[in-house]
């Protein structure tokens, strides 16, 4: 290497060193929270592949916290109720956001289930969803968790977060009860335009551009265009009921739940539940899943 080199180098190298540091202290605070709850994820995750998918739940849950059976039921009374089995069920944060107040936020991914352990090829996989908020000891515990199924993996490494909105201020005077009132009112003007003009022109109107959709036995479907190609596939008329809805403290994040029914007519071909994520009233998370049929 020639001297010019080596002097090139030294000025470079320690150039490049600044940037980076000054890049991670550039890093936002939603961001920041964005990444300790992906943190939150994998210690779930890793609680199921150490202690068995019962104790992790039951560790992480929140007292209140619901999962789908098919319907909605208080999660640690339904895994406390169950024996451990055998079986790893593993899965990988690849999307998460939280609210601008830090205090409710999501992840999402691919799971896959192992019947023996982690030697044991995947045979069963789909995409998890769930819900996170800030305890009054100021701990993280999932309020809601649910999924889809799929026959394939559609496992991904990436890890994303959205896209132009770092900021961490929120309104300090919210009403989180009127904010929760508010949101149960959206879903319903959501459902009656969908019963009237279809779920396709609905949609048109609630979903945010970067939605992402859950469905299953298909790949995750993101940003509004797909996901309108999707819902376009409907054959019937989609309308719901909310049964819950929960809003962060700084009001620009919250999410709801309930049971959706597809109609032809007034037979109803398809009936199941449903979770959404609202952010800056747009849906930015949509899960449906009909129950098994008997």
Known sequence: MSRKSILLATLIIPTLAIIGVVSAQKESERTQNRRALVEMEHAFAKAAATKGTRDAFLEFLADDGIIFQPGPVNGKKFWSERQP???????????????????????????????????????????????????????????????????????????????????????????????????????????????????TAAADVYLASDVRVLRQNIAPVVGKENALVLISGNA???????????????????????????????????????????????????VMSPDPKD
């Open 85 to 199: 089995r055998k079986g790893l069920l593993s899965w990988e944060p690849i999307f998460a956001d939280v609210s601008r107040a830090g205090d409710l936020g999501y992840t999402t991914g691919p799971w896959e289930f192992r019947p023996n352990g982690p030697d044991d090829p995947p045979v069963a996989f789909g995409q998890y969803f769930t819900i996170w908020k800030k305890q009054g000891d100021g701990s993280w515990r999932a309020v809601l968790d649910r999924g889809v199924s799929s026959e394939k993996s559609f496992a991904t490494k990436l890890l994303l977060f959205p896209l132009h909105d770092e900021s961490s201020v929120g309104d300090t005077k919210f009403d989180v009860s009127r904010g929760r009132a508010a949101l149960i009112k959206l879903e319903e003007e959501f459902s009656t335009l969908s019963a009237r003009k279809g779920a």
């Open 236 to 286: 019937g008329t989609l309308t719901w009921k909310p049964a819950m809805a929960d809003v962060s403290a700084s009001g620009d994040l919250g999410y709801t739940y309930g049971a959706f029914d597809l109609k032809r007519g007034d037979l109803v071909i398809e009936h199941g539940s449903y979770v959404r994520v609202w952010k800056k009233q747009r849906v930015v998370l949509d």
